[in-house]
C-alpha cells in the first residue's frame, strides 16, 4: 500500500526566503506526482503536476522536482511572500487517476 | 470559469439522520472522485466513477455510504445513518482521463459536515 510522508510538518519562514517542502513515497510505481495548495476552509487547488517520466515542472516562483527511484519530490518555492501562507499538499497518482495524499506542510510566511 | 461546484456547503445533523452531499463535475470531465479529510486521516479516497460508471469504492464503508452519478453533471454522496464519526470535510473533483490527458484533478470546495 502506498505510503506518503511529507517534511516538514509545519514551516514559518520570513518573506524573501527560498524554500524546500519535502515529500516522500514508498511505491515507485507511479503515474504522476502533484502538488496542491489548500487555504483554509477552502479546496485544493493544482499548482504542478509531474508526470512519472519527467524529472521537473515549473510555473512561476515554484519548482517541482521528482526522483521515482529514490521516492521522492521536492516543491521549491523562490522568494517566498506572506500569500504563500497554506496547506501545501504532495499527491502520488496511482493506475486510474487515484491520488494518494501525504499530511501536508503548514507554511506560514511572515512580513 | 469552469469549476467543480459542491452543495451543500456546511451541513449540521443530528445522528441517525441521512445526509446527501452533491457535487456537479466540470463539463467534459469523465471522471469523478469523492474525498473526505478529517484531521486524524488526512485527505482520503473514499470512491470514483468513470464515465458514470463506479471503478472503486474500496475507501467507502459500504454499510453506510452510497456514490451515485445519476447522470454526466450530478454525483451524490449519501450517508444512512450519518454518525459522529463522519464528520469530515468531503470534497469531489473531476478530471479527464484519456490517452493524452495530464490527468489533473479539480477540486470543489467541499462541504464541512457536522454530526451531533
Known amino acids: 500500500k502506498q505510503e506518503v510522508t511529507q517534511i516538514p510538518a509545519a514551516l514559518s519562514v520570513p518573506e524573501g526566503e527560498n524554500l524546500v517542502l519535502n515529500c516522500s513515497f514508498t511505491d515507485s510505481a507511479i503515474y504522476n506526482l502533484q502538488w496542491f495548495r489548500q487555504d483554509p476552509g477552502k479546496g485544493l487547488t493544482s499548482l504542478l503536476l509531474?508526470?512519472?517520466?519527467?524529472r521537473e515542472q515549473t510555473s512561476g516562483r515554484l519548482n517541482a522536482s521528482l526522483d521515482k527511484s529514490s521516492g521522492r519530490s521536492t516543491l521549491y518555492i523562490a522568494a517566498s511572500q506572506p500569500g504563500d501562507s497554506a496547506t501545501y499538499l504532495c499527491?502520488?497518482?496511482?493506475?486510474?487517476?487515484?491520488?494518494?495524499f501525504g499530511a501536508g506542510t503548514i507554511l506560514r510566511v511572515k512580513s | 470559469d469552469a469549476r467543480v461546484t459542491q452543495t451543500p456547503r456546511h451541513k449540521v445533523t443530528e445522528m441517525g439522520q441521512e445526509v446527501t452531499m452533491r457535487c456537479q463535475p466540470i463539463?467534459?470531465?469523465?471522471?469523478v472522485f469523492w474525498y473526505r479529510q478529517t484531521m486524524m486521516q488526512g485527505l482520503e479516497l473514499l470512491a470514483y466513477f468513470r464515465n458514470r460508471a463506479p471503478l472503486d469504492d474500496s475507501g467507502m464503508p459500504k454499510d453506510r455510504f452510497s456514490a451515485e452519478m445519476p447522470d454526466a453533471t450530478l454525483a451524490t454522496l449519501k450517508i444512512q445513518p450519518s454518525e459522529p464519526r463522519d464528520s469530515a470535510v468531503y470534497f469531489c473533483a473531476s478530471g479527464f482521463r484519456g490517452n493524452f490527458s495530464k490527468n489533473i484533478q479539480y477540486f470543489g470546495a467541499g462541504t464541512r459536515l457536522s454530526v451531533l
Open positions: 463539463l467534459g470531465h469523465n471522471t
Open positions: 499527491a502520488v497518482g496511482e493506475y486510474g487517476n487515484k491520488l494518494v
Open positions: 509531474i508526470q512519472s517520466s519527467q
